[in-house]
């Protein structure tokens, strides 16, 4: 079993950034993918961007071109950079492990408001 903590959430700006991570308590090198993913008041819980054990990415469409999803196995960490965030982008951001998702981390929450 892995244990996962977000962190880097908090209160930004419309047109800021922010950079997420997640520490993994075990080699996140045993999971296929790890990945983010996001749940706003109200909504679903949706899939933002995942990385594979390869590098590959793949980002939802309202994420691409202003989030990076990157891993360094070394530290077992996943991070999320956000730019250009929106305040659309406002929920509370998920690390999970696995492809399909076998584990969560508790959240960190994000708000983008002026």
């Known amino acids: 079993q892995v244990q996962l903590v977000e962190s880097g959430g908090g209160l930004v700006q419309p047109g800021g950034s922010l950079r997420l991570s997640c520490a993994a308590s075990g080699s996140i090198f045993n999971f296929a993918a790890m990945g983010w993913s996001r749940q706003a008041p109200g909504k679903q819980r949706e899939l933002v961007a995942i990385i594979t054990i390869r590098g590959i990415t793949n980002y939802t469409d309202s994420a691409k071109g202003r989030f990076t999803i990157s891993r360094d196995d070394g530290k077992n960490t996943v991070y999320l950079q956000m730019n250009s965030l929106k305040p659309e982008d406002t929920a509370v951001y998920y690390c999970?492990?696995?492809?399909?998702?076998?584990?969560w981390g508790q959240g960190t929450p994000v708000i983008v408001s002026s």
């Open positions: 999970n492990a696995g492809s399909p998702p076998i584990y």
